[in-house]
């Protein structure tokens, strides 16, 4: 139909975060009306790292099922395996042969990637840029919800794409970044300059969207912040404007709202509140997986079936650029 179209993914290594539910999945749950979404496990970026075969293939599993669980419909939005749809890996290629070794030495990723892996920098790390940018064009996706971090990776991909329209006429649409409506950057609950992640090594930095009540608790009644005990909104204040972030978010209102409401009460309350309010957010999302995961075969049927709709798209992008190199 008319709809723009709209691509993102994740990768299936590591525990998603709140960061990655109030960063992104919450504002993908409202995206579904006004565009076409495709989400994809992006399983084949995974291997430019070691991974456990069962391992990624059982967290390939629990991100489509917990994408489901966070609200998104799988019949209106496109979720499904990078793997099973070979279009990518054969677009990569092609783009391979339109990206300059020069552009992809200067990827900071790559750079930070070779740094901590480096008894394995192999090809693969090196064009990850192009696969994603692969990714992204053959849905020729209007629109890619972005974080800061991944800003590079989009004008790469945008490069590419001009690259080839310049010679072979209108074949990709050039995608714009999109910026979420809540577009909040959920920072780590110990060290509150850094933003949250699910690669970070101390559990305490993060909550996870699997973790259970007493567990969420502790952790935000261990966050750090300073010594003032007053709840203001400032940049001087990164733990407590985080925690006021996290609260707005979770019980949807407004900042000016969350410090009025906690005007006088001291960290422990306001703490207690926010774990609390987080609970709650997350206590619907954890019973809905426990109930998908129920059902394997609801779940084989939207892998398939969304599989089977994404290898259309993506086979009429790839046919319009294989007749255009000469195939
Ligand atoms: P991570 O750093 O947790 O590994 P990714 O880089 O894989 O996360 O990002 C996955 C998605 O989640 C992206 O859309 C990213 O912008 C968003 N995201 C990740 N961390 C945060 C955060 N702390 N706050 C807000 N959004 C985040
Ligand atoms: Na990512």
Same mark, same amino acid.
């Given at each position: 139909?008319?709809?723009?179209?709209?691509?993102?993914?994740?990768?299936?290594?590591?525990?998603?975060?709140?960061?990655?539910?109030?960063?992104?999945?919450?504002?993908?749950?409202?995206?579904?009306?006004? *565009?076409?979404?495709?989400?994809?496990?992006?399983?084949?970026?995974?291997?430019?790292v070691r991974q456990d075969p069962?391992? $990624?293939?059982?967290? %390939?599993?629990?991100?489509?099922?917990l994408y489901i669980a966070a609200g998104l419909d799988p019949v209106k939005n496109c979720i499904y395996y990078q793997s099973h749809v070979s279009?990518?890996?054969?677009?990569?290629?092609i783009l391979n042969c339109f990206t300059y070794m020069g552009e992809l030495s200067r990827m900071t990723q790559f750079k930070d990637k070779s740094a901590k892996h480096a008894d394995n920098i192999n090809a693969g790390l090196f064009t990850y840029p192009v696969l994603m940018?692969?990714? @992204?064009?053959?849905?020729?996706?209007?629109v890619v919800p972005v974080g800061v971090d991944q800003k590079q990776h989009l004008e790469i991909t945008r490069d590419i794409a001009e690259r080839f329209n310049n @010679? *072979?006429?209108?074949?990709?649409?050039?995608?714009e970044p999109y910026i979420g409506k809540v577009g909040a950057k959920i920072m780590s609950l110990q060290e509150p300059e850094k933003k949250m992640s699910k690669s970070d090594e101390n559990v305490n930095a993060? =909550? *996870?969207?699997?973790?259970?009540?007493?567990?969420? =608790?502790?952790?935000?009644?261990?966050?750090?912040?300073?010594?003032?005990?007053? @709840?203001? *909104?400032?940049?001087?204040?990164?733990?407590?404007?985080? $925690?006021?972030?996290?609260?707005? =978010?979770? %019980?949807?209102?407004?900042v000016d709202e969350v410090v009025r409401e906690f005007d006088g009460k001291g960290y422990g309350d306001f703490k207690m509140a926010v774990g609390e309010a987080v609970v709650s957010v997350l206590k619907p999302i954890q019973e809905k997986i426990t109930e998908l995961n129920k059902d394997k /075969?609801? @779940?084989?049927?939207?892998?398939? /079936?969304?599989g089977e709709k994404a290898n259309y798209y993506a086979t009429k992008t790839l046919r319009k650029v294989q007749k255009k190199v000469g195939f």
């Open positions: 139909d008319g709809k723009k179209s709209l691509f993102s993914g994740m990768q299936a290594t590591g525990n998603l975060t709140l960061g990655n539910y109030m960063g992104a999945l919450k504002n993908w749950v409202a995206m579904e009306e006004e *565009y076409q979404c495709f989400y994809c496990v992006v399983d084949l970026h995974s291997i430019t069962a391992e $990624l293939r059982r967290r %390939a599993r629990a991100l489509l099922t279009g990518h890996a054969e677009l990569s290629w940018a692969a990714d @992204i064009l053959l849905f020729q996706a209007d @010679i *072979y006429g209108d074949v990709f649409t050039i995608p993060s =909550i *996870y969207l699997t973790d259970d009540p007493d567990t969420v =608790i502790r952790k935000f009644k261990r966050a750090v912040t300073d010594s003032e005990n007053q @709840i203001i *909104y400032s940049d001087d204040k990164p733990g407590i404007k985080n $925690l006021i972030d996290i609260y707005s =978010i979770a %019980a949807n209102k407004t /075969a609801y @779940i084989d049927g939207i892998i398939k /079936a969304n």
